[in-house]
Protein backbone atom coordinates (compact mmCIF):
# COMPACT_ATOMS: atom_id res chain seq x y z
CA UNK A 1 0.00 0.00 0.00
CA UNK A 2 1.62 3.22 -1.10
CA UNK A 3 1.08 6.05 1.32
CA UNK A 4 -1.04 8.53 0.67
CA UNK A 5 -0.56 11.66 -0.69
CA UNK A 6 -1.11 14.54 1.72
CA UNK A 7 0.52 17.87 1.44
CA UNK A 8 2.47 19.86 -1.49
CA UNK A 9 5.82 18.59 -0.77
CA UNK A 10 4.04 15.20 -1.25
CA UNK A 11 2.18 16.18 -4.11
CA UNK A 12 5.03 17.97 -5.92
CA UNK A 13 7.77 14.82 -5.44
CA UNK A 14 4.65 12.83 -6.75
CA UNK A 15 4.24 14.81 -9.72
CA UNK A 16 7.82 14.65 -10.41
CA UNK A 17 8.17 11.26 -10.70
CA UNK A 18 5.39 10.66 -13.82
CA UNK A 19 6.10 10.93 -17.05
CA UNK A 20 4.38 13.18 -19.86
CA UNK A 21 1.12 11.30 -20.17
CA UNK A 22 0.49 10.41 -16.86
CA UNK A 23 1.26 14.54 -15.99
CA UNK A 24 -1.10 15.13 -18.89
CA UNK A 25 -3.55 12.87 -17.21
CA UNK A 26 -3.63 14.07 -13.69
CA UNK A 27 -3.56 17.96 -14.87
CA UNK A 28 -6.52 17.01 -16.85
CA UNK A 29 -8.53 15.59 -13.89
CA UNK A 30 -7.39 18.98 -11.50
CA UNK A 31 -8.21 21.42 -14.33
CA UNK A 32 -11.59 19.11 -14.72
CA UNK A 33 -12.38 20.07 -11.16
CA UNK A 34 -12.49 23.75 -11.54
CA UNK A 35 -14.02 23.26 -15.09
CA UNK A 36 -17.11 24.53 -13.97
CA UNK A 37 -15.72 28.36 -13.67
CA UNK A 38 -15.05 28.33 -17.20
CA UNK A 39 -17.61 28.38 -20.21
CA UNK A 40 -14.81 28.92 -22.68
CA UNK A 41 -14.70 25.92 -25.10
CA UNK A 42 -10.89 26.20 -25.87
CA UNK A 43 -10.43 25.10 -22.43
CA UNK A 44 -12.82 21.83 -22.51
CA UNK A 45 -11.06 20.93 -25.55
CA UNK A 46 -7.98 21.02 -24.27
CA UNK A 47 -8.58 19.35 -21.46
CA UNK A 48 -9.77 16.65 -24.18
CA UNK A 49 -6.76 16.66 -26.05
CA UNK A 50 -4.79 16.45 -22.59
CA UNK A 51 -6.96 12.87 -22.31
CA UNK A 52 -6.33 11.61 -25.53
CA UNK A 53 -3.07 9.21 -25.30
CA UNK A 54 -2.38 9.80 -29.30
CA UNK A 55 -2.79 13.77 -29.34
CA UNK A 56 0.48 14.68 -31.44
CA UNK A 57 2.34 16.98 -30.82
CA UNK A 58 0.64 19.55 -33.44
CA UNK A 59 -2.43 18.54 -31.60
CA UNK A 60 -1.08 19.90 -28.34
CA UNK A 61 1.03 22.84 -29.57
CA UNK A 62 -2.72 23.67 -31.07
CA UNK A 63 -4.68 23.49 -27.69
CA UNK A 64 -2.13 25.50 -26.36
CA UNK A 65 -2.38 28.22 -28.15
CA UNK A 66 -5.84 28.22 -28.11
CA UNK A 67 -5.63 27.87 -24.20
CA UNK A 68 -3.33 31.03 -24.30
CA UNK A 69 -5.66 32.80 -26.04
CA UNK A 70 -8.45 32.18 -24.03
CA UNK A 71 -6.18 33.06 -20.94
CA UNK A 72 -5.42 36.57 -22.69
CA UNK A 73 -9.21 37.09 -23.58
CA UNK A 74 -10.66 36.07 -19.99
CA UNK A 75 -7.63 38.70 -18.39
CA UNK A 76 -9.14 41.22 -20.54
CA UNK A 77 -12.74 40.74 -19.58
CA UNK A 78 -11.49 40.85 -15.81
CA UNK A 79 -10.98 44.74 -16.30
CA UNK A 80 -10.31 47.85 -14.40
CA UNK A 81 -13.23 46.51 -11.70
CA UNK A 82 -11.71 43.23 -11.52
CA UNK A 83 -14.31 40.92 -12.28
CA UNK A 84 -13.83 37.73 -9.64
CA UNK A 85 -15.67 35.16 -12.27
CA UNK A 86 -13.37 36.54 -15.33
CA UNK A 87 -10.33 36.23 -13.29
CA UNK A 88 -11.80 32.91 -12.05
CA UNK A 89 -12.14 32.22 -15.69
CA UNK A 90 -8.56 33.24 -16.37
CA UNK A 91 -7.11 31.02 -13.95
CA UNK A 92 -8.53 27.84 -15.06
CA UNK A 93 -7.14 28.75 -18.74
CA UNK A 94 -3.80 29.37 -17.35
CA UNK A 95 -3.66 25.85 -15.95
CA UNK A 96 -5.27 24.31 -19.07
CA UNK A 97 -2.44 25.87 -20.98
CA UNK A 98 0.12 24.66 -18.55
CA UNK A 99 -1.39 21.37 -18.61
CA UNK A 100 -1.16 21.14 -22.44
CA UNK A 101 2.18 22.71 -23.14
CA UNK A 102 4.54 21.20 -25.08
CA UNK A 103 8.12 20.28 -23.74
CA UNK A 104 9.46 23.39 -23.29
CA UNK A 105 7.09 25.73 -24.26
CA UNK A 106 5.16 26.43 -21.52
CA UNK A 107 6.85 29.91 -19.38
CA UNK A 108 6.41 28.99 -16.07
CA UNK A 109 9.49 26.92 -14.59
CA UNK A 110 7.10 23.55 -13.40
CA UNK A 111 4.16 23.27 -15.76
CA UNK A 112 2.89 20.82 -13.21
CA UNK A 113 3.07 22.94 -10.55
CA UNK A 114 1.31 26.30 -12.40
CA UNK A 115 -1.75 23.61 -13.14
CA UNK A 116 -1.91 23.03 -9.35
CA UNK A 117 -1.56 26.63 -8.69
CA UNK A 118 -3.58 27.97 -11.11
CA UNK A 119 -6.47 25.21 -9.62
CA UNK A 120 -6.44 26.81 -6.48
CA UNK A 121 -6.46 30.41 -7.42
CA UNK A 122 -9.48 30.01 -9.61
CA UNK A 123 -11.12 28.58 -7.04
CA UNK A 124 -9.90 31.40 -4.74
CA UNK A 125 -11.37 33.86 -6.84
CA UNK A 126 -14.90 32.00 -7.09
CA UNK A 127 -14.81 32.06 -3.04
CA UNK A 128 -14.20 35.79 -3.66
CA UNK A 129 -17.02 36.82 -6.45
CA UNK A 130 -19.43 34.61 -4.15
CA UNK A 131 -18.73 36.88 -1.34
CA UNK A 132 -18.00 32.82 0.67
CA UNK A 133 -15.35 33.23 3.54
CA UNK A 134 -15.21 29.29 3.66
CA UNK A 135 -11.88 27.55 3.37
CA UNK A 136 -10.56 26.52 -0.68
CA UNK A 137 -10.58 22.96 -0.34
CA UNK A 138 -8.82 22.56 -3.89
CA UNK A 139 -5.58 21.34 -2.17
CA UNK A 140 -7.38 18.84 -0.31
CA UNK A 141 -9.14 17.82 -3.91
CA UNK A 142 -5.94 17.81 -5.47
CA UNK A 143 -4.48 15.11 -3.09
CA UNK A 144 -8.02 12.93 -3.75
CA UNK A 145 -7.42 13.18 -7.04
CA UNK A 146 -3.69 12.28 -7.31
CA UNK A 147 -4.20 9.11 -4.48
CA UNK A 148 -7.08 8.01 -6.76
CA UNK A 149 -5.12 7.91 -10.07
CA UNK A 150 -1.95 6.40 -8.34
CA UNK A 151 -3.72 4.07 -6.95
CA UNK A 152 -5.50 3.11 -10.44
CA UNK A 153 -2.15 3.04 -12.28
Known sequence: MMTKISND???RQALKKLDRMQLREVSAAFVESV???SSDKR???AIDVARNRDSSDDE?????KAARVATVDSRTRCGADCNWEEQAAHFVARAS????APEGVCKAADPPWQVVMSCRMAQNCALIAAD?????DESENQY???NDYLDSQ
Not at 60 to 64: F, G, N, P, S
Open 97 to 100: AAMV
Open 9 to 11: TEL
Open 43 to 45: VAN
Open 35 to 37: LHL
Open 132 to 136: DDSAN
Open 60 to 64: LLAAY
Open 144 to 146: RVI
